[in-house]
């Protein structure tokens, strides 16, 4: 009986991990980069913003509408872009199953999702640190003008209090918007207003609108509610946002690892062709 040899021949591109970092990195780099061109088209063509000088605008919820949708499709589409990108040049591991192959596919896809986000982040950064240095230096100068007007020191709040003049009749003061302003930001830092805060302010508005005590009373109270509800939708807003974020990243994770997965099908297919 002879005994026969079998001789595999390993193809010459074949990674020495399982993991082919050029082309996730490239499908990083063009998903992030397509990601940014897409997003500033949209803030150029005003999905996100409106003109206010026409008369034609369409309403905030149509246009948060318009951003949400311009968003979730470029995060998913530049995901799928990307995996494809990534599966379809990504190296062949060889002689694997096909299960297998398509697993690597997806898996790429994945890494290639993730590497994008964190270069997005990066970028996002990077244009935030510039455009607050901008500001910064823009309003560098007035600051440096105001503060020759504002008292910097801390106890200043404590001393307006001390000077407060007493009593439940209109209380007359030199800047009377400044001073209230002044102690409802003290209060908004605190998170609540005291009630002798709120009586101050009251007299303040009553001698200044020239009205009777209990009028301004109301107006102050009705002031603190909208201010409340404003700060509560703020949240809410910023938690919508938070959740959007997450779910449009979650299903864009799943497009990079269908183009990935997809990609790597038409590699295979390509290579059995020759």
Same mark, same amino acid.
Do not use: C
């Given at each position: 009986?002879?005994?026969?040899?079998?001789?595999?021949?390993?193809?010459?591109?074949?990674?020495?991990?399982?993991?082919?970092?050029?082309?996730?990195?490239?499908?990083?780099?063009?998903?992030?980069?397509?990601?940014?061109?897409?997003?500033?088209?949209?803030?150029?063509?005003?999905?996100?913003?409106?003109?206010?000088?026409?008369?034609?605008?369409?309403?905030?919820?149509?246009?948060?509408?318009?951003? !949400?949708?311009?968003?979730?499709?470029?995060?998913?589409?530049?995901?799928?872009?990307?995996?494809?990108?990534?599966?379809?040049?990504?190296?062949?591991? @060889?002689?694997?199953?096909?299960?297998?192959?398509?697993?690597?596919? @997806?898996?790429?896809?994945?890494?290639?999702?993730?590497?994008?986000?964190?270069? @997005?982040?990066?970028?996002?950064?990077?244009?935030?640190?510039?455009?607050?240095?901008?500001?910064?230096? !823009?309003?560098? @100068?007035?600051?440096?003008?105001?503060?020759?007007?504002?008292?910097?020191?801390?106890?200043?709040?404590?001393?307006?209090?001390?000077?407060?003049?007493?009593?439940?009749?209109?209380?007359?003061?030199?800047?009377?918007?400044?001073?209230?302003?002044?102690?409802?930001?003290?209060?908004?830092?605190?998170?609540?207003?005291?009630?002798?805060?709120?009586?101050?302010?009251?007299?303040?508005?009553?001698?200044?609108?020239?009205?009777?005590?209990?009028?301004?009373?109301?107006? !102050?109270?009705?002031?603190?509610?909208?201010?409340?509800?404003?700060?509560?939708?703020?949240?809410?807003?910023?938690?919508?946002?938070?959740?959007?974020?997450?779910? !449009?990243?979650?299903?864009?994770?799943?497009?990079?690892?269908?183009?990935?997965?997809?990609?790597?099908?038409?590699?295979?297919?390509?290579?059995?062709?020759?």
């Amino acid at each position: 009986m002879t005994d026969t040899t079998t001789v595999v021949a390993i193809p010459t591109d074949q990674p020495t991990t399982n993991f082919d970092w050029g082309a996730i990195v490239g499908g990083a780099l063009l998903a992030s980069i397509l990601g940014l061109v897409l997003l500033s088209f949209g803030a150029a063509a005003g999905f996100a913003s409106f003109s206010p000088y026409s008369w034609n605008n369409p309403s905030a919820t149509t246009l948060s509408i318009i951003g !949400v949708a311009w968003f979730s499709l470029v995060m998913m589409g530049t995901a799928i872009v990307g995996g494809y990108f990534t599966g379809r040049f990504r190296r062949r591991s @060889g002689a694997v199953p096909l299960e297998e192959r398509e697993a690597r596919d @997806g898996a790429h896809g994945l890494l290639m999702w993730a590497m994008s986000f964190v270069f @997005g982040v990066a970028i996002a950064y990077a244009v935030a640190s510039g455009a607050a240095q901008t500001a910064g230096s !823009v309003a560098g @100068g007035a600051a440096a003008v105001a503060a020759q007007s504002v008292p910097a020191d801390r106890a200043s709040s404590i001393v307006s209090n001390m000077m407060r003049p007493a009593g439940t009749e209109p209380a007359q003061v030199e800047n009377p918007q400044a001073e209230v302003g002044r102690v409802l930001s003290t209060s908004a830092l605190r998170g609540t207003i005291t009630e002798e805060d709120r009586n101050y302010v009251a007299r303040i508005v009553a001698a200044e609108a020239k009205i009777p005590p209990d009028e301004a009373r109301k107006r !102050v109270d009705a002031t603190i509610e909208q201010a409340k509800a404003a700060a509560e939708a703020a949240r809410k807003a910023a938690a919508w946002l938070a959740f959007l974020i997450g779910a !449009v990243s979650v299903l864009a994770a799943g497009g990079a690892f269908a183009g990935a997965r997809y990609g790597g099908h038409e590699r295979e297919e390509n290579i059995w062709r020759r």
